[in-house]
């Protein structure tokens, strides 16, 4: 089975930092991946995680911990085009498809 | 021009009544995806295809049915539409296996109201 959790909701203020948690338990793991998805708009891949430590792509980097079942998404110097839901998925190869499953996702709502 | 592109963009239909998604990608992806989303459970997998003769049921494929036409087009029927099939649906295509591969692209989605 696969569990995967994030939080509902975030706020956070222009200019800050924020943390968004993904925990998860797979019957396997081979990879991690974080969507950013605006109201009514499609997902778009930010950054993808296979092995323990953080991935670094400008303002946004992704860490993961293997052994904890834990990755996070930071975002820094936060922008009012933030405010959108982000979306943890996993990729577990039990059964051969490896097709990630996704978390609920977590609505960020960044203001002034 | 859009990577992955879905017709139509908003769906109204009756209880009862049989509609097709339409869903094509121009990445020369063989892996593709349908996901419907409601407010509150994220994205779930109703069908997917790692090439045309491969189809695989998702995690919620009652009531749906989906159909390869070839490697860039997918789409999603509804058989007899019911109202909790109201929802967003997203196509996606991926380009493999690999992790860097399985990086999912989606279609611009399509807005499903069942009266």
């Known amino acids: 089975g696969q569990n995967i959790d994030q939080p509902t909701e975030m706020t956070a203020t222009e200019g800050a930092i924020v943390q968004i948690n993904c925990t998860y338990q797979?019957?396997?793991?081979?990879?991690l991946f974080w969507y950013q998805q605006h109201a009514g708009e499609a997902p778009t891949f930010l950054s993808y995680?296979?092995?323990?430590g953080l991935e670094e792509k400008g303002r946004f980097s992704s860490f993961l911990s293997r052994s904890k079942g834990y990755s996070y998404l930071l975002l820094k110097e936060l922008q009012m085009k933030d405010s959108a839901s982000y979306l943890c998925?996993?990729?577990?190869?039990?059964?051969?498809?490896?097709?990630?499953?996704f978390g609920r996702g977590t609505s960020l709502i960044v203001h002034p | 021009d859009a990577d992955v592109t879905q017709t139509p963009r908003n769906r109204i239909t009756k209880t009862g009544k049989r509609i097709m998604l339409e869903c094509s990608q121009t990445?020369?992806?063989?892996?593709m995806y349908w996901y419907r989303q409601d407010p509150g459970l994220g994205l779930r997998l109703i069908y997917y295809?790692?090439?045309?003769?491969?189809?695989n049921k998702g995690e919620i494929s009652d009531g749906y049915s989906v159909s390869r036409q070839a490697q860039a087009k997918f789409s999603l029927s509804l058989e007899s539409a019911i109202p909790n099939q109201t929802a967003l649906y997203f196509c996606?295509?991926?380009?493999?296996?690999?992790?860097?591969?399985?990086?999912?692209?989606f279609g611009p989605g399509t807005r499903l109201l069942v009266l």
């Open positions: 998925a996993v990729r577990d190869p039990t059964g051969g498809s490896y097709i990630p499953t």
């Open positions: 797979t019957s396997g793991f081979n990879g």
């Open positions: 995680n296979v092995l323990d």
């Open positions: 990445k020369g992806h063989d892996r």
């Open positions: 295809s790692f090439d045309v003769k491969d189809i």
């Open positions: 996606a295509s991926a380009g493999g296996a690999t992790p860097d591969q399985e990086t999912q692209y």
